[in-house]
C-alpha cells in the first residue's frame, strides 16, 4: 500500500475517522495498532508476524533490564537483544549478500565452493524497525529511558504505519511520552498533516516519478546516451531520491500528525548544504542522528585522536553505506561519503589560519560555489548508489567524463530543467527567515487558494506510471 | 513552510478554504471536460475521431460507412485493403473502422451517438453483433462522459450506472491528466503512454497495434486463457440479457429514424469458441436474428468464415486471417450491402 494511492487514501480516511470519533485512549491506540499491523501485512501477513514476535521479544528484554538492576544481567540481556535483532537483520537482508561475497573470495583464491543461496524475502522496513528496536533497549539499558511497562504503548512504537517502512527512525524517548499523553483534536495540528502530506505527494508524484522517467532509462543503458544527458541523468536521480524520500517522509509526518503524533523531521533543505558535513546534517536526519548516537560517539566520537575519530568517521559511513542495502556499491558510497567528511574536516583545519580564502568562501559567490561543490560531490556518490554493480557505475562515469555522442535525452529537457527550478527554488524560498510568518500573515482565502491550486497541480502533473518508493527497498 | 502551525481559527478556515477551492475547481474542471472534451476520457475514440473528421475533411463528397464493434473488428477490419466501394449512386464512399476494444450493445449506441454529436452523418453502419455480449458486456462507465450516461441510462443498472460514474468523477481531476497534458503542455504527456497507442492506419484499420503476425506460444495461452475467462462461462449460460438487448433495439432505432442503412455482422469464432454455445442457444439465436431480419435489416453470420489457423486466440484473428476476412468482408457484405447488389 504506497502512499500515493488512492487504497492509501482510503485507509488512512478510515482509521483517522475513527480514530477521532473514538473518546478512549486506550481504544485509539489499539485502532492504530490494528490499523499498521493491517498496513504492513498488506504487503507480507507472514513477516508482519515476525516483527510482532521480535517486538515482544525486545519489550520482554527491556521489562528483564528493568527488573534486575544487576548490570551483568542488563548487559546480557542487551547483547541478546542487539544479537538478536542484528541476526534477523542479516538472516533477511544480508545473509546471502555474504555468502555471495564468500563464495566469490574462494574462487578468486581459486577454491571451488558450492555455497548455497538462501531463499528469503526481505521484509519491508526491517532496516528502519531494527534500528529503532536497538536504539531502545541501549538508550534502556543506559538509564536514559524507562522500560515501557504497557506492551500495546510498545508495539505501537515500532509497528506505527507512518513510520514502518521507511522511517523516520523514532526514538522511544521521543515516542514513548506521545503515545501516553492524551490527544484533542487541533485544527492548526491537522492544517500543519494537510500540508506536509501535500508536499510530499507534489515531491513524489509530480518530480520523483517524472525523474524516474529520465534516470532509469538511462542507467539501464549508460553507453547508449550523449555525455550531457547521463549528467542529466545524474543530477536527475540526486533530486529524484531527495524528493523520493523526503516526500515520503513528509507524508509519513503528516499522516502521524494528523493523528496527533509529531516524528522527527528527516530532511532540511539538504541542497542548501554548502559543505558536505553540513549535507548529512541536513539529508537523512534520523539515520545520521542514530550513526551519530550509536556508533560513532561509542566509537571515541571527536575525543579521541584525529586519526582515530577519522577512522571511526569512516567506519562509521561505511556501515551506514552497508546498511542501506546488500550490495559492495553501498558499501563504496558509504565510504565515500566518510572520505568526503574527513577531507572537509582536513581541510577546515588546514583553512583555520587562512582568513583571505575563509572570507572569500563566505561570500555570496563563494557560498554558491560551496554549494554547487557539494552538490556535485553528493551526485557523484549517488551514481555508485544508485548503480546495480561497480560495472554499471563505471559505465555511467566513463559516458559523463568522456564526451560521447548518443541518444539525447528520455524526457523533455525542458520538463528536466522546470523540475530543477522547482527543487531550487522550494529551498531559496523555505530558507527565507520571514517566510513562515509571511505565510501565515496572508488572509485564509489566498492560502487555501494557493494550496487547493498546488493539490490540482499536483494531482495534473504526474506521469501515467508511479514508482514504489525507494527506500521502501531498505 | 508545513512545520509551522498557524493560530486555531485561521487554521480552521485554511482547511475549509482550501478544500472549498478544491472540489470547486474540480467540479469545474469536471464539467469542462465532461461537456467539452468526452474524448479524454477514451484515447481510442479520440484516435479514431480525429482520423474520421481528417477522412471526412479530404473527401466531404463520400457517404461514410461505419464499422461499429469490439476488439474482434479492431482487428479484423483493414479498410485499406478493400478495393474501391461504389454506393447505388455510383460514388465511391469511406468505409472507416470506428470500432472499440471491448464495446458491447451498449458502447456500440455510445460510439454512433458520439459520431452523431461530432458531426459526422455515417450513410451505412456495419455494426458488429457478438452473441456473447448479449449475455454480458462490461458497462463502459471509464471511458463516457455524462452526456453518454443518459444515454445508457434506459439500458443499466441505475444503481450501479450512477455508483459508478460518480465514484470516478471524485478522482476526476487525476484521471484525465495525461489527455489534458497532451492538450495543453505536450511535452509534459508521458512518453511511456504515448507509446501504447493506438496505432491505426488512415481508416481506422489496425496499425501494428493489436493484430500479430504469429503470437508466442506464451502470448498465444495469455489470450486464450482471457477468451476462456471472458466468454466460456457466458456462451454455456446464454441467455439474452434485457439491457443489452434495448441498447441494442435502440441503436437500430435511431438510425432507422436518421435513414442510416445497416447492416448486421455476427464475426468469426473457431471452432473452441462455437462449442461453448450451450445447447439450444443457437436456435435461440436464430430466433432473435430473424426478428431482425424481419425488420429489414440485412444479417451476415461469418462466425464459420475462418478456419482455425487464422486465429490468435478462440475469437480475434491474426494478421493474414484479418486481410483475408476484410477482402471477404468486402466481397460478401459491404459491395452488396452499400451497392444494392
Not at chain 1, 556508533?295 to 584525529?306: F, H, V
Not at chain 2, 472540489?23 to 468526452?38: D, I
Request: hydrophobic share 45%; glycine share 6%; aromatic share 14%.
Amino acid at each position: 500500500m504506497l502512499f500515493c494511492t488512492q487504497q492509501y487514501l482510503v485507509f488512512f480516511l478510515i482509521v483517522f475517522t475513527v480514530y477521532w470519533v473514538l473518546p478512549w485512549a486506550r481504544l485509539r491506540v489499539w485502532v492504530l495498532l490494528g490499523a499498521s499491523y493491517f498496513f504492513y501485512q498488506s504487503w507480507n501477513a507472514e513477516l508482519a508476524r515476525i516483527i510482532f514476535l521480535t517486538t515482544v521479544g525486545d519489550y520482554l528484554i527491556a521489562r528483564g533490564m528493568d527488573k534486575w538492576p544487576s548490570p551483568g544481567r542488563r548487559k546480557a540481556l542487551l547483547v541478546l537483544s542487539i544479537l538478536g535483532n542484528l541476526a534477523i537483520l542479516c538472516y533477511f537482508k544480508y545473509a546471502n549478500f555474504f555468502l555471495e561475497s564468500l563464495r566469490q573470495g574462494l574462487e578468486s583464491a581459486g577454491a571451488s565452493a558450492s555455497i548455497p543461496v538462501l531463499q528469503v524475502i526481505l521484509p519491508i522496513g526491517i532496516s528502519f524497525y531494527t534500528f529503532e528496536a536497538i536504539s531502545y533497549t541501549v538508550d534502556v539499558y543506559r538509564g536514559k529511558i524507562r522500560a515501557e511497562r504497557r506492551l500495546d504503548h510498545f508495539l505501537l512504537f515500532i509497528l506505527f504505519f507512518p513510520h514502518l517502512v521507511a522511517g523516520p527512525i523514532v526514538r522511544a524517548g521521543d515516542f514513548l511520552p506521545q503515545v501516553h499523553r492524551r490527544k484533542r483534536w487541533s485544527w492548526p495540528r491537522m492544517v500543519v498533516g494537510g500540508r506536509l502530506i501535500l508536499l510530499g505527494l507534489f515531491k513524489k508524484m509530480v518530480i520523483a516519478d517524472r525523474m524516474a522517467l529520465l534516470v532509469d532509462p538511462i542507467f539501464a543503458n549508460p553507453g547508449g546516451y550523449e555525455t550531457a544527458v547521463v549528467w542529466m541523468a545524474a543530477v536527475g536521480y540526486s533530486l529524484q531520491i531527495y524528493c523520493d524520500f523526503s516526500g515520503y517522509s513528509d507524508i509519513a509526518l503528516g499522516s502521524a500528525r494528523l493523528l496527533g503524533y509529531r516524528l522527527q523531521i528527516n530532511f532540511a533543505m539538504p541542497f542548501a548544504a554548502s559543505n558536505i558535513t553540513d549535507l548529512w546534517r541536513r539529508w537523512h536526519i534520523s539515520l545520521s542522528n542514530w550513526i551519530r548516537d550509536y556508533i560513532y560517539i561509542p566509537l571515541g566520537g571527536n575525543r579521541t585522536s584525529a586519526v582515530r575519530s577519522a577512522c571511526n568517521l569512516l567506519f562509521a559511513m561505511t556501515l551506514c553505506g552497508l546498511w542501506h542495502g546488500a550490495n559492495w556499491t553501498f558499501v563504496a558510497w558509504g565510504a565515500l561519503n566518510g572520505a568526503y567528511l574527513i577531507i572537509h574536516r582536513i581541510f577546515r583545519v588546514l583553512t583555520k589560519n587562512m582568513t583571505a580564502l575563509t572570507a572569500t568562501l563566505e561570500t555570496i559567490p563563494g557560498t554558491f560555489f560551496r554549494i554547487a561543490l557539494t552538490f556535485l560531490a553528493f551526485t557523484l556518490s549517488m551514481v555508485i548508489f544508485r548503480a546495480q554493480s561497480f560495472a554499471e557505475a563505471e559505465a555511467v562515469f566513463k559516458q559523463m567524463f568522456a564526451m560521447k555522442s548518443g541518444a539525447g535525452s528520455p524526457i523533455p529537457p525542458v520538463v528536466f530543467w522546470t523540475l530543477a527550478a522547482t527543487v531550487v527554488i522550494a529551498h531559496v524560498v523555505a530558507l527565507r527567515p520571514n517566510f513562515l510568518s509571511t505565510w501565515n500573515r496572508l488572509p485564509a482565502p489566498v492560502r487555501g487558494l494557493a494550496l487547493a491550486s498546488f493539490l490540482f497541480v499536483t494531482l495534473i502533473l504526474p506521469p501515467e506510471t508511479t514508482t514504489q518508493f525507494i527506500y521502501f527497498q531498505f | 513552510m508545513a512545520l509551522v502551525a498557524p493560530r486555531r481559527l485561521p487554521a480552521r478556515s485554511e482547511f475549509f478554504w482550501t478544500l472549498g477551492l478544491f472540489l470547486a475547481f474540480t467540479a469545474l474542471f469536471v464539467v469542462y471536460v465532461e461537456m467539452r472534451h468526452p474524448e479524454w476520457y477514451d484515447r481510442e475514440y479520440q484516435v479514431r475521431r480525429g482520423l474520421l473528421n481528417d477522412r471526412i475533411t479530404e473527401s466531404p463528397e463520400r457517404p461514410v460507412v461505419l464499422v461499429i464493434g469490439s476488439s474482434r473488428l479492431v482487428a479484423a477490419v483493414l479498410p485499406e485493403r478493400l478495393g474501391p466501394i461504389r454506393d447505388t449512386e455510383g460514388r465511391e464512399v469511406t468505409v472507416f473502422n470506428y470500432c472499440r476494444i471491448g464495446a458491447g450493445p451498449r458502447m456500440n449506441l455510445v460510439q454512433l451517438h458520439r459520431a452523431i454529436r461530432d458531426g459526422v452523418r455515417p450513410s451505412y453502419l456495419v455494426l458488429e453483433l457478438v452473441p456473447g455480449f448479449l449475455r454480458h458486456d462490461d458497462l463502459p462507465v471509464k471511458e463516457i462522459a455524462i452526456p453518454d450516461v443518459g444515454l445508457l441510462w434506459k439500458h443499466s443498472n441505475k444503481l450501479r450506472l450512477v455508483a459508478s460514474t460518480a465514484g470516478l468523477r471524485l478522482n476526476g481531476v487525476y484521471r484525465p491528466r495525461t489527455a489534458l497534458l497532451r492538450s495543453i503542455a505536450p511535452e509534459w504527456e508521458t512518453r511511456a503512454e504515448h507509446d501504447r497507442g493506438p496505432f491505426l492506419s488512415e481508416l481506422g484499420g489496425d496499425n501494428n497495434w493489436v493484430l500479430l503476425e504469429e503470437p508466442s506460444k506464451s502470448e498465444r495461452e495469455l489470450l486464450h486463457s482471457l477468451a476462456v475467462g471472458r466468454f466460456q462461462n457466458r456462451m454455456q449460460t446464454f441467455r439474452f440479457d434485457p439491457y443489452l438487448v434495448s441498447a441494442m433495439r435502440e441503436l437500430l432505432e435511431e438510425c432507422k429514424n436518421r435513414d442510416i442503412k445497416v447492416a448486421i455482422v455476427l464475426t468469426p469464432e473457431d471452432s473452441e469458441f462455437l462449442s461453448w454455445y450451450r445447447p439450444g442457444a443457437e436456435e435461440e439465436l436464430q430466433v432473435f436474428l430473424a426478428n431482425i431480419r424481419a425488420n429489414r435489416v440485412p444479417v451476415f453470420d461469418s462466425r464459420r468464415w475462418m478456419t482455425d489457423d487464422k486465429f490468435t486466440d478462440p475469437h480475434h484473428l491474426k494478421r493474414r486471417g484479418a486481410e483475408e476476412y476484410t477482402e471477404r468482408l468486402g466481397k460478401e457484405v459491404l459491395i452488396p450491402f452499400v451497392g444494392g447488389k
